[in-house]
């Protein structure tokens, strides 16, 4: 489905996301796309820098620290699991990551400051170009879901609060098929669900890993890059990447 450029143009006008869709979007808008659908990792839609920044009110000498080793962990442990074959949900993963890092660290993990590290997952908000993007997608009839680690009920929850829960045709967690990304597993959950074939359906990643995992997996990838981390060395590219959700606007209307 191609975005509509008289459609464009009309909620462009209305200036709410004049400021996050830059013109090139404009001019492309008309084109047709073969993207059905777009399935999205967490984080191009839920901004996690409160994460770190409450990492760093509680422990202001050592947050820089035990942030990196928390999201190092974090990962870590979602990739021994699956190989493995012992999966466990990714809030309890979190959790388990948290308390590993603050130990190896010898940092003091109060229950009080282990409750606030852990309660701050489930109330994220979404990045400022969030909203106008998943309008437009919608106005233009592209099915839209959630593909992530994290669990049905952090999806909805962060969802719910940020008012955008309705946007989504499908919460697709990982714990469905009890392997995380890059696992094939975890990919074809979008496939299963829109029931479109892989090349249809774009996926927006957050991570560089995520962004190579999906291009393995076939799925046309736009990597918004919100932090400008560097490209993985894993001989796969994204086919477009960005800081901002613009880009996956224009990949799916070109």
């Avoid at 820098?49 to 035990?66: M, N, S």
């Avoid at 928390?70 to 699956?82: A, C, N, V």
């Avoid at 469905?176 to 829109?194: I, N």
């Amino acid at each position: 489905m191609s975005l509509d450029r008289r459609q464009l143009l009309k909620f462009m006008a209305g200036g709410v996301a004049a400021s996050f869709l830059p013109a090139s979007v404009l001019a492309r808008a008309a084109s047709k796309s073969d993207i059905k659908a777009i399935a999205f990792d967490a984080f191009p839609v839920f901004d996690p820098r409160p994460i770190f920044g409450l990492v760093k009110t509680l422990y202001p000498e050592q947050g820089g620290a035990l942030a990196k080793f928390w999201f190092t962990k974090i990962f870590g442990y979602t990739w021994l699991r699956t190989t493995g074959n012992h999966y466990k949900g990714f809030y309890s993963v979190i959790e388990d990551a948290l308390v590993f890092s603050a130990e190896s660290l010898k940092l003091d993990l109060t229950s009080k400051n282990q409750k606030q590290l852990m309660d701050v997952w489930l109330n994220l908000k979404p990045w400022p170009d969030v909203k106008p993007a998943l309008e437009l997608f919608k106005r233009n009839n592209i099915r839209l879901a959630f593909l992530s680690n994290f669990t049905e009920e952090m999806l909805r929850a962060n969802a719910r609060n940020s008012n955008i829960e309705n946007a989504f045709d499908f919460y697709l967690s990982t714990d469905r098929v009890k392997a995380y990304k890059p696992s094939p597993l975890a990919y074809q959950m979008g496939v299963d669900a829109f029931d479109l074939p892989k090349e249809k359906i774009a996926f927006a990643a957050f991570a560089g890993w995520d962004a190579a995992g999906a291009k393995w997996f076939g799925y046309p990838t736009v990597w918004v890059d919100r932090l400008g981390s560097p490209a993985e060395k894993l001989g796969v590219k994204p086919d477009r990447t960005g800081k901002g959700i613009d880009q996956l606007v224009d990949f799916v209307s070109t």
